[in-house]
């Protein structure tokens, strides 16, 4: 298994984040949607590469929207072929890392009540359930399960 690396993602991983997209939602973001949250200054898009040279292939990304409470979970999606390696476990640590420093804001997210799998990394990573939306999904008119979790707090890690 080879090695993966975080970094922040730019423009020129548009198409390969479309890629993605299309292979893990029945209702895929727009190229212009993840345009606006890449240029967004309040906005942290992390992607996952393999580790081998400059343009390793991605292989999931988050991305994060800075609101007054709360960091949102606005979408992560990791490539069915690199599933079960822990990179969404990768991704969500890391942006408890790099928010650490803002004890004012939790983080939040919407999933699929059907999506067991992703429910149960979230709940591993301390999310908790805290409501429903219902019919939120347009594909299905699926319920979303809202997910909370308290602001990571940094003291005693030092």
Same mark, same amino acid.
């Given at each position: ?5 975080? +970094? ?6 548009? &198409? ?5 997209? #299309? #292979?893990?939602? =029945?209702?895929p973001w727009?190229? /212009?949607? !993840?345009a606006?949250?890449?240029a967004?200054p309040? /906005?942290?898009c992390?992607?996952a !590469? ?19 409470d ?8 990791v490539? =069915?072929?690199? +599933? ?6 990768m991704?969500?640590? +890391?942006? !408890?890392e790099l928010t ?13 009540? /059907? ?8 709940e591993?990573l301390?999310?908790e /359930? &805290?409501?429903? #939306? #219902? ?15 308290? =602001?990571?707090? &940094?003291?005693? +890690?030092?």
């Amino acid at each position: 298994m080879t090695t993966i690396e975080l +970094r922040i993602l730019g423009l020129a991983d548009l &198409r390969s984040i479309e890629e993605i997209e #299309r #292979r893990s939602y =029945p209702t895929p973001w727009s190229r /212009s949607m !993840f345009a606006g949250e890449l240029a967004k200054p309040s /906005s942290i898009c992390l992607g996952a !590469f393999e580790a081998e040279g400059e343009d390793g292939e991605l292989c999931g990304y988050l991305v994060v929207s800075r609101y007054v409470d709360a960091w949102h979970v606005m979408n992560l999606a990791v490539d =069915p072929d690199h +599933r079960g390696r822990g990179i969404a476990t990768m991704l969500l640590e +890391r942006l !408890f890392e790099l928010t650490a420093d803002d004890a004012r804001r939790g983080y939040t997210l919407e999933v699929r009540v /059907s999506n067991a799998t992703a429910i149960s990394v979230y709940e591993r990573l301390g999310f908790e /359930s &805290r409501g429903l #939306r #219902r019919g939120y999904y347009t594909d299905n008119r699926e319920d979303a399960l809202i997910m909370w979790k308290d =602001p990571v707090a &940094r003291s005693g +890690r030092e």
